[in-house]
């Protein structure tokens, strides 16, 4: 079941990932802040009660009654003389509360707080022992410090009050600010992000688009490469990749082509000599039999050669093994001289071992003897040999024939190329032999004579690296 998720787009699925984690951070911080900010606020409200109640414990030990210079007769007086000289932080408020009459308070008026039954009750609890706790009315948050006074016969308690929810008014405002902001960053952010996503995904959407357009048949479709990063990296390679496949297709249709064109003439010749064949003339019918298996024949050894060069394409063409070069060598010049009647010589041989597959290898060198062979009469001169030279392994076949025409020389290695009208074959040997050579990452080339009256003949050349591995 394909989940909503992947039906949004790269650039939609990007997008929305920032802005996810760019939200979980924002909160993160948002919540982190919140929480510094809360501790902070409960260590300044102690703080404060604490201050307040020490500043009573001096003036009850250090300080003497303003009107009389003496010490404190009474709580009453102490608790009223406190109120005078001092005024309550933000959010505070200081309670005497008396041995007899109503309690008196410094600090602004808090209704919900003075009307309460909860908090008279509180400051009982603690006028005998003392301490501080939390009270929470009408869901409001109060810090409650209650200090016992004792002077003479009377017994009275010194209160601070603090309003915790109060404080935090200006912590929950600062959230709420920021809150609206990062919710702003997080759009904006967000939209660059859209945007960003945009530019960088460009480059795989014209991919995709030039990859839509091959599938229409159109391989000369190239992307223009900007840039040095890995995307630019991505186009380049697929550019490469559209020129492989634009060789494979065209040498593929031309390897069609020149097939359908080298079969169709045999064809014609079955078809031709069918029609014509005298049924009731035996000689007729044994000349026109000879004729037709030694055009199935040619077609048999034609489609053998195309198969040959369709499994050049593939990894396994090649088996390479340490191969003794100089055995290689011999057993292909021994092979050789049962093709014609030919002096055939050994020229040299290269005593050392590469990495080869050497069936290949003789295949090559008798495909070239072939082409020699017949390009020579009898008593003309074949050499075979090998070397190793430039980091090379070399294996040619020379012959002191008529020679290659300068004028194919290029395109000899082509398929269906033929030295002469004369030549018989379908002009693929030279292309098997270029792709056995290929396949060892190595190549084939023929010599260039530099005078043909003193150097008649030619000399094809195998030459493959010693430390390649196909």
Not at 208 to 226: C, F, H, K, P, Y
Not at 365 to 392: C, F, K, M, V, Y
């Amino acid at each position: 079941m394909t989940s909503p998720l992947s039906r949004l787009s790269v650039r939609q699925r990007l997008t929305g990932t920032i802005a996810l984690l760019t939200t979980l951070a924002l909160v993160a911080v948002g919540l982190t802040l919140y929480a510094i900010e809360s501790s902070r606020i409960d260590r300044s409200i102690e703080s404060s009660l604490s201050q307040e109640l020490g500043e009573f414990r001096a003036l009850q030990q250090n300080e003497v009654d303003p009107q009389t210079r003496e010490p404190f007769a009474s709580a009453d007086r102490l608790l009223e003389v406190f109120l005078e000289r001092n005024l309550p932080d933000a959010n505070e408020q200081l309670f005497a509360f008396p041995s007899v009459g109503t309690p008196t308070y410094q600090g602004d008026p808090n209704p919900t707080l003075q009307q309460s039954s909860e908090f008279p009750a509180l400051v009982a609890d603690l006028s005998t022992s003392g301490g501080s706790r939390t009270l929470d009315l009408a869901g409001r948050e109060y810090r409650v410090a209650v200090l016992p006074v004792t002077a003479g016969s009377q017994r009275a308690a010194f209160v601070v009050v603090h309003d915790v929810g109060g404080s935090r008014d200006d912590l929950h405002e600062l959230m709420t600010t920021y809150a609206l902001l990062a919710a702003l960053s997080v759009v904006l952010i967000a939209g660059l992000a859209s945007w960003s996503a945009g530019r960088l995904l460009r480059p795989v959407r014209r991919l995709r688009e030039t990859a839509q357009g091959i599938s229409d048949g159109d391989l000369g479709g190239r992307l223009e490469v900007t840039g040095h990063d890995d995307l630019s990296d991505l186009q380049r390679t697929f550019n490469d990749m559209l020129d492989r496949l634009e060789s494979s297709f065209v040498t593929q249709r031309q390897l069609l082509d020149d097939a359908g064109h080298e079969l169709r003439t045999p064809l014609t010749v079955l078809r031709g000599h069918l029609e014509v064949l005298d049924l009731d003339d035996p000689d007729d019918v044994a000349a026109t039999r000879e004729l037709l298996l030694d055009e199935i024949d040619r077609m048999a050894r034609l489609v053998d050669d195309l198969l040959m060069l369709a499994k050049a394409r593939r990894p396994d063409f090649v088996r390479p093994h340490a191969a003794d070069v100089e055995s290689l060598t011999h057993g292909a010049i021994d092979r050789a001289r049962a093709l014609a009647d030919r002096r055939w010589v050994l020229d040299a041989v290269a005593r050392t071992s590469a990495p080869l597959d050497g069936q290949r290898i003789t295949q090559a060198l008798l495909q070239l003897s072939a082409n020699a062979a017949r390009h020579t009469s009898p008593g003309d001169e074949i050499g075979i040999g090998s070397r190793l030279h430039e980091g090379r392994v070399e294996l040619w076949v020379r012959d002191t024939g008529t020679g290659v025409d300068p004028a194919i020389a290029v395109d000899i290695f082509d398929r269906f190329s033929r030295g002469d009208d004369s030549d018989d074959g379908f002009g693929l040997g030279l292309s098997i032999v270029s792709a056995i050579a290929e396949a060892h990452h190595g190549d084939v080339v023929l010599d260039a004579p530099s005078d043909r009256a003193a150097s008649p003949g030619a000399t094809f050349r195998i030459r493959i690296p010693t430390g390649a591995t196909p």
